[in-house]
């Protein structure tokens, strides 16, 4: 499972690299390159483990990486960092993605407790929500308006011109994260079997922490350097590709069932979550270290709470 994580995390990154690379090769603008490239290439670990997992079977790692990463993301990936240094909300524009992630929670939870499954149809109306979402963003910043949830290309940007290393970038990053997956998915089916507990508990833990890694490390440094619009909009845009993204591929690569418990248990957390995060942003107020022990807290009696109803794991 670790070397599979690894692979998926290395090949992710690479990806990113290599595509951002070839697409100013060919000059493309900057800012379809961070609405499209970045913005989808960095959810590409989640989005390969979900669609793999829903076509072997394994739908409820891919429901629970999905959830577990929501839930990480705010408990975790800002709560972590904020006992390090204080992360403000005061970010202009923040509180409309913030509702447009609640919305996009809703639409999940939707097809959670109404039908129990994401299906094809279900898929693709979640999938256009993510089109309609990033076109929203071009929009607004094609027309000069600040977007805070919009990744930073020079991140990944090495040149600008068509090298082997941007090749090499790109077959690695091709190459493996489909590797990667297939041994996260197949590896983490072995330990649900040996354990004897359902799969949604490896894809809310093991995958989702994994998975959550590069936004930890991200946050963590953004939090240092006092760019708050950086580290709380990448949660919220990492949130709404999640549920929107993420979940509108695991309908349309097959059909994914939302487990029992998981509608007793771990939504319901997710959603405390989201309104959460969403009522730091509303109302302005700094995540601080006090609310960062809070959060960081929450995560670790969530993983504490799974691991007795699992049978003491």
Request: charged letters at 10%; glycine letters at 12%; aromatic letters at 8%.
């Given at each position: 499972?670790?070397?599979?994580?690894?692979?998926?995390?290395?090949?992710?990154?690479?990806?990113?690299?290599?595509?951002?690379?070839?697409?100013?090769?060919?000059?493309?603008?900057?800012?379809?390159?961070?609405?499209?490239?970045?913005?989808?290439?960095?959810?590409?670990?989640?989005?390969?483990?979900?669609?793999?997992?829903?076509?072997?079977?394994?739908?409820?790692?891919?429901?629970?990486?999905?959830?577990?990463?929501?839930?990480?993301?705010?408990?975790?990936?800002?709560?972590?960092?904020?006992?390090?240094?204080?992360?403000?909300?005061?970010?202009?524009?923040?509180?409309r993605h913030a509702v447009i992630?609640?919305?996009a929670t809703a639409a999940f939870?939707?097809?959670?407790?109404?039908?129990?499954?994401?299906?094809?149809?279900?898929?693709?109306?979640?999938?256009?929500?993510?089109?309609?979402?990033?076109?929203?963003?071009?929009?607004?910043?094609?027309?000069?308006?600040?977007?805070?949830?919009?990744?930073?290309?020079?991140?990944?940007?090495?040149?600008?011109?068509?090298?082997?290393?941007?090749?090499?970038?790109?077959?690695?990053?091709?190459?493996?994260?489909?590797?990667?997956?297939?041994?996260?998915?197949?590896?983490?089916?072995?330990?649900?079997?040996?354990?004897?507990?359902?799969?949604e508990l490896i894809g809310l833990?093991?995958?989702?922490?994994?998975?959550?890694?590069?936004?930890?490390?991200?946050?963590?440094?953004?939090?240092?350097?006092?760019?708050?619009?950086?580290?709380?909009?990448?949660?919220?845009?990492?949130?709404?590709?999640?549920?929107?993204?993420?979940?509108?591929?695991?309908?349309?690569?097959?059909?994914?069932?939302?487990?029992?418990?998981?509608?007793?248990?771990?939504?319901?957390?997710?959603?405390?979550?989201?309104?959460?995060?969403?009522?730091?942003?509303?109302?302005?107020?700094?995540?601080?270290?006090?609310?960062?022990?809070?959060?960081?807290?929450?995560?670790?009696?969530?993983?504490?709470?799974?691991?007795?109803?699992?049978?003491?794991?």
């Amino acid at each position: 499972i670790v070397v599979g994580l690894v692979i998926l995390l290395v090949a992710g990154d690479l990806l990113v690299r290599g595509a951002v690379g070839l697409a100013a090769a060919l000059n493309v603008p900057t800012l379809i390159i961070s609405l499209t490239i970045v913005a989808f290439g960095t959810s590409a670990p989640e989005l390969v483990v979900t669609i793999h997992a829903v076509v072997t079977g394994s739908d409820g790692i891919a429901i629970g990486n999905i959830i577990g990463s929501n839930i990480a993301n705010v408990f975790l990936v800002l709560g972590l960092p904020a006992i390090i240094y204080p992360i403000a909300t005061n970010v202009p524009g923040l509180r409309r993605h913030a509702v447009i992630m609640l919305v996009a929670t809703a639409a999940f939870v939707g097809a959670a407790y109404i039908v129990g499954y994401i299906d094809t149809r279900i898929g693709a109306f979640l999938f256009a929500g993510i089109i309609t979402y990033v076109g929203y963003m071009w929009f607004r910043a094609s027309h000069g308006r600040a977007e805070p949830v919009i990744d930073e290309v020079d991140e990944y940007l090495e040149t600008s011109k068509v090298s082997l290393k941007t090749i090499l970038f790109l077959a690695a990053g091709l190459i493996g994260l489909p590797l990667g997956a297939h041994m996260l998915v197949t590896n983490g089916q072995a330990v649900a079997m040996a354990l004897g507990v359902r799969e949604e508990l490896i894809g809310l833990t093991i995958v989702a922490f994994g998975t959550s890694l590069p936004e930890l490390a991200t946050v963590a440094a953004a939090a240092i350097h006092k760019k708050s619009d950086v580290a709380i909009g990448g949660i919220i845009g990492s949130n709404i590709f999640n549920l929107l993204a993420v979940g509108g591929a695991a309908g349309l690569a097959g059909t994914a069932y939302f487990d029992p418990t998981s509608l007793r248990v771990e939504i319901p957390v997710m959603i405390v979550a989201a309104l959460v995060l969403t009522g730091y942003v509303l109302t302005r107020r700094d995540i601080g270290r006090l609310s960062g022990l809070f959060l960081f807290g929450a995560y670790i009696g969530f993983i504490i709470a799974l691991a007795k109803l699992a049978g003491g794991i």
